[in-house]
């Protein structure tokens, strides 16, 4: 690792990230079923129908992993509460084991030492309320807000932050538009409805947690730099587009209380009645903001279909498992143009980056120099983000163990510790090593 501690600001947290579906192994402890659970048993959503439903067992597991976090010097640590665990049918009765797990699981963190970075939304919409529409509802915004209410009554004292939601690009448009993941829907009215209300709901709960007297709120936004795959001013267009829908809209409808016209120009006839009446309460102060940045797209306009009319192209960088460019001058433009366009001078964290590589075990250890680069390179882009002005205040490494990615199932490894899915061992990777060197005291 080309960093150490010392070239960070004093006060820099570093940690790594999970979140619940995806290592805590869903059919421990009484939780419900989310439309994970039934995304995935439907043929031809996930590799080999691979579910969260053991995932690392990270119930029974949590601390030794938080261990391998103590021991690696970290500070601090982003984790999920899963609505379905703590809420079963999403609304009404609450299952007390999920309550008195995240209870241990925060007492656990701070007995090492650990920040509790919380995130209350990683994609585990309870199956009861995906019946009723899920994220195309306007009442989920509502019933989001309970959940937070519930979790936060029991835990919301000893967790250093909270963020609402993690992607909401992800929650909507990936889900709604694109159908990658769960509840998989292709339609345009779905997706206008679901981008609006996913926003609600972050403001109905910032306005639950703030009445509860819950500091330190933020949110999760992921960006892709989006950019012309030649020098044509068609490609600037398509590119401009891709921008407007995947990193301005959620930021803008936050910070500036205003969608991008970009992309009102096709969700705009889908959208629910009176959208506009919502904005005020999008529009509403954070006291952080997350950036999750993993990689590019190049982009063309394809008049061949309907908006937004533009394709991906691939590109020549090298790549990650994921099929990812490598490119952390992405990482260094969102902070600081977060700082220069959108949040001026509140903490920035980056709550997720990192890279998935097809890790294997030789002799007992698991060598990913790739790994170490990335991380490095990604490190370099943060401190010169900060050297320009933004005021970035910590890094999450994704992730920290390989775990459960999705409609990819347990293929994509992004983790700095190695899971056997056999046998659930885990084995601190080289690049666990080397970021425990570079933050070592
Ligand atoms: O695994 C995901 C995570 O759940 C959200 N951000 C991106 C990661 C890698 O795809």
Redesign the pocket.
């Known amino acids: 690792m080309h960093f150490t501690r010392s070239d960070f600001p004093d006060d820099f947290v570093f940690g790594a990230a999970t979140?619940a579906y995806?290592i805590e192994g869903h059919k421990f402890g009484g939780a419900g079923s989310t439309h994970w659970d039934t995304f995935a048993a439907t043929p031809g959503n996930v590799v080999r129908a691979e579910d969260g439903a053991l995932a690392c067992d990270h119930y029974h597991r949590y601390e030794a992993d938080l261990d391998l976090l103590q021991e690696a010097g970290m500070d601090g640590y982003r984790f999920s509460t899963s609505w379905a665990r703590v809420m079963p049918e999403g609304r009404g009765p609450v299952n007390v084991e999920g309550l008195d797990y995240y209870d241990r699981l925060v007492d656990a963190m701070l007995a090492r030492g650990l920040k509790p970075f919380q995130t209350l939304y990683?994609?585990e919409m309870p199956s009861a309320l995906a019946d009723l529409g899920g994220w195309t509802n306007r009442d989920v915004a509502d019933w989001f807000a309970d959940f937070t209410e519930v979790i936060t009554r029991r835990i919301g004292d000893r967790v250093h932050s909270v963020a609402t939601i993690?992607?909401p690009w992800?929650v909507s448009f990936l889900s709604h538009f694109l159908g990658h993941h769960a509840p998989g829907q292709r339609d345009i009215r779905a997706t206008a409805r679901a981008m609006h209300h996913v926003l609600l709901g972050h403001a109905a709960a910032m306005e639950r947690l703030r009445g509860l007297g819950q500091k330190n709120l933020g949110i999760v936004l992921?960006f892709d730099r989006a950019l012309p795959a030649d020098d044509t001013p068609a490609a600037a267009a398509a590119a401009n587009v891709q921008d407007a829908i995947f990193n301005r809209w959620f930021i803008e409808a936050i910070t500036k209380g205003s969608y991008p016209a970009e992309v009102l120009a096709g969700l705009g006839p889908h959208m629910p009645a009176g959208w506009q009446d919502d904005l005020a309460r999008i529009h509403q102060p954070l006291d952080w903001l997350g950036v999750?940045y993993?990689t590019r797209g190049l982009y063309l306009p394809d008049p061949t279909i309907p908006w937004p009319s533009i394709k991906p192209v691939p590109g020549p960088l090298p790549k990650t498992q994921?099929g990812w460019e490598i490119f952390p001058d992405g990482l260094h433009h969102f902070l600081t143009r977060m700082a220069r366009d959108y949040v001026g001078d509140l903490p920035i964290y980056v709550t997720?980056n990192?890279m998935?590589w097809p890790d294997v075990i030789e002799n007992g250890a698991v060598y990913d120099p790739d790994r170490i680069a990335f991380v490095a390179a990604h490190m370099q882009a943060t401190r010169q983000a900060i050297a320009d002005g933004a005021n970035v205040k910590g890094f999450f490494y994704?992730?920290l163990l390989d775990?459960y990615?999705?409609a990819l199932g347990y293929e994509?490894r992004?983790g700095i510790v190695h899971v056997d899915f056999e046998t659930l061992k885990r084995t601190p990777k080289a690049s666990y090593h080397a970021l425990k060197t570079a933050l070592a005291r």
Do not use: I, P, R, T
Request: proline letters at 0%; hydrophobic letters at 35%.
């Open positions: 979140a995806q990683h994609w993690n992607e992800c992921n999750n993993y994921m997720e990192g998935a994704w992730s775990n990615e999705w994509k992004f």
